[in-house]
């Protein structure tokens, strides 16, 4: 590899991202504001934790960011790729939830990561990995396309075939498979990429960090003020325990980061503030709830 | 082994166990009933699900039997035992978890099974495992060591080393890494249970069955008519996600049911109706909820 892997760069350029994305969900809920915890880690580095709770569009807001180092990467991260193990490594992300209050607005998330793994006398070994899902209570055709069109979009630049890619890895990823059903509508995912060098790869992460925004606020605007009940919040509650269900059962991140003795509070973030769960509740057949789910929550082109 | 292992024996006090298990239930609730699901597995067997919701003492209840049976022991179950691999097998239990609406009475989980794996050719291979433990929102201290004494008194015809040896493996096993918390104040957890040969095991089991009622129905009465408000109710919420977390991060039958195909609505009883999670929330110090955590939530003699 001929080209420097420049890490300072990336983390001026995650820690703006959560600087930009928290301005924007300020700006866009009207009210709450997001309390910061800077962390440290024993091993090496830390993180800024920001959360808003209360807000008119947000019940609950996390965005993320950490940069952590240590001496040997964890097992889990060299587990397919045991050629790295032992190395010292940099891990630095950054990482949303959002959680809105209106039934109507999707749940969101998105993530983009870089790991650098390094030993003396062998080249540098690094890689770009991230992401963004959306997960709506009620599902509209328009929004999942818009979603998608927007995802697409951010990929376009670097090849007609990434977006297919990345959003198939995505449906294969946010799958729960206990429940036949994929988490949401999908978007992107993608992981152990370096296959098109460093520029060209950071390139990528900072189209897919911009592009969080220009996906999610348009939805978001659109929905808030839907008129919801009863019916609906109490159809939330229960699809956020859907996604209680997959954050803790397969996420390789939340899972990895609390096995690791990550910090905690930082990682669960992802939870959402109240959800519920109803043994064998089944929606009234023709009904928005089970349009959810027969329509919306299966791999599907939104294109 | 001279003795015989009599499999529809242990399979009818399971039943009959269910049974009595749900009538004091529903004595003890004063208004709601189980409703039963009865379902069949398609690689063989099958259960009876039972679940209570919305009563006076009970938001929610679920007492389960299963039977099941297949030609190939799965993987989870001879990680362990290497020498099972392949052999056909009968897995039979009952799981209970109560969800109380009160915060003053503590969650219950209880939980009696067997395994038998069998091969032509060879000894039949068979071991039991159970155990019940207690999750307070509130502690009290006369509810623990009432609670522990009747696990004790289950324990001791049996040698007076086991409740020792099983009281230490329920807090080991109940216990949130990520929390630094056991999930309550514990109880008894055995497995892999044969040494004793087959009737002194199946007596034990039944010891521990049959045991569950002594000691959880006199500290419901003494809480349920504790009043409580939203203070209470939303701490209890809180404790709840706890027990979302240790059920769906940690718990080996939760996961092993799930990914191998189990009835899911079944094994997410265990689930509570309502959870809540509050970012980096701490309890007032000198306050109940601060006495939980500091007193409660570690492994202790209670006797």
Known sequence: MSEVFDLS?????????????????????????FREDLWEREGGGGGRSRILTGGELFEKAGVNYSHVWGDALPAAATAQRPQLAGRSYHAAGVSLVLHPQN???????????????????????????????????????EDAAAWHANARAACEPFG??????F????????????????????????????EWGFERCFAFQRSIGDSVLTGYLPIA??????????????????????????????????????????????????????????YDWLPEPGSAEETLLREFLRPRDWL
């Open 9 to 33: 760069s990336v983390d001026a350029y995650l820690r703006d991202l959560q600087d930009r994305l928290c301005a924007a969900f300020e700006r866009a809920d009207h009210r709450a504001r």
């Open 103 to 141: 039934p109507y607005v999707p749940i969101m998330h998105a993530n983009v990561r870089v790991l650098v793994a390094e030993r003396a006398g062998a080249d540098v070994a690094w890689w770009f990995g991230g992401g963004m899902d959306l997960t709506p209570c009620y599902g509209f055709v």
């Open 160 to 165: 007609a075939d990434v977006y297919p890619r």
């Open 167 to 194: 959003k198939k890895w995505c449906d294969e990823y946010f799958f729960l498979p206990h429940r036949g059903e994929t988490r949401g509508v999908g978007g992107l995912f993608f992981d152990d990429l370096n």
């Open 221 to 278: 605007e659109r929905r808030r003020a839907t008129p919801w009940g009863e019916r609906e919040r109490s159809f939330q509650l229960y699809r956020r325990g859907r996604y209680v269900e997959f954050n803790l059962l397969y996420d390789r991140g939340t899972r990895f980061g609390l096995q690791s003795g990550g910090r905690t509070e930082s990682i669960l973030m992802s939870l959402p503030p109240l959800a519920r769960w109803e």
